[in-house]
């Protein structure tokens, strides 16, 4: 089955600065890779999403990037605000069947 | 987005009685939803997969007749904890998926519920 890793687990950076984010996947088949962004006691919320047919997409300062070849995709995350402190998910899934997530990475934005 | 909610947010109850949580889309109609469990401070750790119309298929090491679960509607699944332990204290959340027009589907998540057993 599909394993996804992430990393870093936790990732502290000034704001203003830029945050990454990265994942990666095992099962050659997962064709859509959604990001979540979970505050403390919260519901995920789905931040950013991307097709397996597309390398990258941009949605104001959040930004995907998918490499299938080498089965990684990263959360790229620009000029970061105290707002942004939140766990993040990476997940990958066929189609949206069956989702697995990463263990998720914990990022502080420091004022 | 599409919509889920969950039922109740909060729970506490007394070792040895059961609850149940209902998870509901509200405007669209789930032919799919997913009951997950959250640690503190840790990922989301799928229970089982919900399919209107049959049994739930249960991930590995998760006890069915511990978990009930029921998807009786396109926009209902419960999750019945029976008999709850201390260590069933956890943060409970489902999702439910939405097909696009793209064939692609999208889960959204319900609030979650935070169960505490005394």
């Known amino acids: 089955g599909e394993n996804v890793e992430q990393h870093p687990s936790t990732l502290s950076v000034q704001e203003g600065d830029s945050a990454v984010i990265k994942c990666t996947y095992s099962?050659?088949?997962?064709?859509?890779f959604p990001w979540y962004k979970q505050e403390l006691g919260k519901r995920p919320q789905l931040i950013i999403d991307i097709r397996s047919n597309v390398g990258e997409k941009k949605d104001q300062r959040i930004a995907v990037t998918l490499n299938k070849t080498a089965k990684h995709f990263s959360l790229h995350i620009t000029e970061t605000q105290p707002e942004d402190s939140a766990v993040y998910f990476c997940a990958a899934t066929n189609y949206g069947q069956n989702f697995v997530f990463g263990p998720g990475t914990r990022l502080s934005v420091l004022p | 987005g599409a919509v889920v909610s969950q039922h109740p947010s909060r729970v506490i109850c007394k070792s040895g009685t059961s609850v149940k949580i209902e998870c509901r889309s509200l405007d669209f109609q789930a032919t799919t939803m997913f009951w997950y469990r959250q640690f503190p401070k840790q990922s989301l750790m799928l229970m089982a997969t919900s399919n209107e119309g049959s049994k739930a298929t249960y991930e590995q090491g998760v006890e069915k007749d511990k978990f009930l679960i029921n998807h009786a509607s396109l926009t209902l699944s419960t999750l019945t904890v029976t008999s709850a332990h201390p260590e069933d204290s956890s943060f409970y959340i489902c999702?439910?998926?939405?097909?696009?027009?793209?064939?692609?589907?999208?889960?959204?998540f319900g609030p979650g519920t935070r169960l505490t057993v005394l």
């Open positions: 099962d050659s088949a997962s064709n859509y």
């Open positions: 999702s439910a998926n939405n097909r696009r027009t793209s064939g692609y589907n999208e889960q959204f």
